[in-house]
């Protein structure tokens, strides 16, 4: 009796055990408390906050930017001034038609739209056709090869118009949308993340080009330049401008001049028809770990001033070469582009205040800003 009592609680525990490890194998279920767990961690992220839904961002955006359409004649020419097809074709190979189209952003509602200098920059004749289809002949009121903007006028009230966002506050990870015409796709809207912020990618010539561009993966093709780039609030972040390529269609990267450049940039072409630049006065470079570790500094990021204009701001202010720009108005300076970005916002007689590391040595130095 006792061996059959015996076997009868070894049945009824074995049949315990294999439900119970039935249910723990279970796919539906979860861990228990007694299994190894990963440390718990707290995660500033709410699931909630992330714009999946860009619809209004686009509704929002999509009319304010423009389809454009420039026209004029062949001026193209090689670095040398001479351009060597004219030897086989004579003058008339420079009279050749020439035609584009790319994009805008309607900039105020009186009819002032913001674009790229390469989409006008051989046009003498621009169309612009609204997001509903009205086409208007526009007037160039003033380009600019060294930030590549331009600004072109038509004859319209009661524009729609976007807000401006503060593109010093964007963040690497930020949802954006790029919204343009590519390949003559009008209204077309793309999303992506901003990658990075001061790229420069040495496509405008010139030691004093100005080049800072947010960088994202929303895609941007040919026809794009000019146009909107929009945050998940839809607002005017940047305009769209480059992309890194090597078919001359995009693979990956995307390129915008941020806005508040951009807006200190029209702003002068709208109010004086060109834009009044301020100069620093230096010539400069970026600084390397190793030259920091020569000249014993502790900083490995900054930019280096390697000559000084005679007569210029920096001059008179008293820099000196090999100061290393660390700060400028507070904000840490870490390469070039982020310093020819602020420089390039500021307007003669401005003064921005420099961190300085000359030696070693932490100075503070007020500059104030001429015209160059």
Do not use: C
Request: charged share 20%.
């Amino acid at each position: 009796m006792k061996r059959l009592i015996s076997f009868v609680l070894a049945g009824a525990f074995g049949g315990l055990i294999a439900l119970g490890g039935a249910w723990l194998l279970s796919p539906n279920q979860q861990r228990t408390a007694t299994e190894p767990t990963a440390p718990a961690r707290a995660i500033n992220f709410s699931p909630s906050n992330v714009p999946f839904d860009f619809t209004a961002a686009a509704n929002v955006s999509m009319p304010v930017v423009v389809h454009i359409a420039a026209s004029g004649k062949q001026t193209a020419q090689t670095n040398e001034g001479y351009n060597p097809l004219q030897f086989f074709f004579g003058d008339d190979m420079l009279n050749q038609p020439m035609e584009g189209t790319g994009s805008g952003v309607i900039y105020s509602n009186d009819g002032y739209i913001i674009t790229n200098n390469h989409v006008v920059e051989f046009a003498d004749k621009v169309r612009v056709t609204l997001y509903d289809n009205r086409e208007f002949e526009a007037k160039v009121i003033a380009k600019d090869k060294k930030t590549d903007l331009a600004v072109v006028k038509i004859e319209a009230t009661d524009l729609p118009v976007l807000k401006l966002a503060d593109s010093d506050a964007a963040k690497v990870g930020e949802w954006v949308l790029a919204v343009g015409n590519p390949f003559d796709l009008t209204s077309t809207v793309t999303a992506g993340i901003i990658s990075a912020k001061g790229r420069s990618l040495r496509l405008i010539e010139g030691r004093d080009a100005i080049e800072s561009f947010i960088q994202t993966d929303a895609a941007v093709n040919p026809g794009n330049s000019g146009g909107a780039l929009i945050d998940a609030q839809g607002r005017l972040l940047g305009i769209n401008t480059a992309i890194a390529t090597r078919t001359g269609a995009f693979q990956g990267y995307s390129f915008a001049i941020p806005i508040n450049l951009a807006k200190r940039i029209v702003d002068d072409m709208i109010k004086f028809g060109s834009y009044q630049r301020a100069f620093l006065g230096v010539n400069i470079y970026e600084l390397g770990d190793e030259e920091a570790r020569e000249m014993g500094l502790k900083v490995s990021q900054g930019v280096v001033i390697e000559t000084l204009v005679d007569g210029g701001s920096a001059q008179y202010a008293g820099l000196q070469p090999k100061d290393v720009i660390v700060r400028v108005d507070g904000r840490d300076i870490k390469n070039v582009p982020e310093l020819t970005e602020i420089v390039g916002r500021a307007k003669v007689g401005d003064v921005l205040n420099l961190t300085i590391n000359r030696k070693g040595e932490i100075i503070d130095v007020a500059v104030r800003m001429k015209a160059g």
